[in-house]
């Protein structure tokens, strides 16, 4: 009995021993590093659709001139939304040869004034117009031969977050009109002009 004890103690005693020898477990670790790069982004879209299906937009302006005794001058509006996130950014215009059509219509008949806006969530003072657009111009001001500065961009347009892109806009409109004059003859006259959102 003395001995089943012994040897019951021998076990208890080697046990003990290895479980206390026994290595403790690795700890085990998952790093994730998270690194997020933000794209310059430079976006146009139509003012009276403001969404992705409006997004580099053409807009027409159709103006006709019936001359008559106190006939008013005619009008016709091109609104732009536009969005950047970048601090330096222009708005651009060039446009195309015009083509009188007959009419006898010159490009300084063409009036052109350009305001600004911006949505409720957009920073107005993201761009200042430059000259001549600070004021009533003609056609004549958007050159042919190479793009002119109608928008001077110093900050990102957004001011808050808006997580919808709904109203962190800055608004372009642009108006275009003409006096009827009976010194014009039937015809159509064309010309095309392309405003750029561009940074440097």
């Known amino acids: 009995m003395k001995n089943e004890i012994r040897n019951l103690l021998l076990v208890v005693l080697l046990l003990s021993g290895y479980l206390m020898n026994t290595p403790e477990a690795k700890a085990a670790a998952a790093s994730v590093p998270v690194s997020i790069a933000v794209n310059g982004s430079l976006v146009v879209s139509d ?15 159709s103006l006709t001139v019936t001359p008559d005794l106190g006939q008013t001058i005619q009008t016709g509006t091109a609104n732009f939304r536009i969005r950047s996130n970048r601090s330096t950014w222009r708005l651009t215009a060039q446009r195309t040869a015009s083509d009188a059509g007959g009419t006898g219509i010159a490009d300084t008949d063409v009036l052109v004034d350009v305001a600004k806006s911006a949505g409720s969530n957009a920073n107005a003072s993201a761009g200042s117009i430059v000259a001549p657009f600070t004021a009533q111009t003609n056609l004549s001001s958007i050159t042919t031969a190479s793009a002119v500065d109608v928008i001077n961009g110093t900050a990102k347009t957004s001011s808050v977050r808006d997580n919808s892109n709904a109203n962190n806009y800055f608004q372009v409109n642009t108006t275009y009109s003409i006096q009827p004059d009976f010194f ?9 002009i392309t405003y750029s959102l561009v940074s440097p």
């Open 184 to 192: 014009y003859t039937p015809g159509t006259y064309s010309s095309t």
């Open 47 to 61: 003012g009276d659709n403001d969404t992705m299906a409006g997004e580099d937009p053409t807009k027409n302006v």
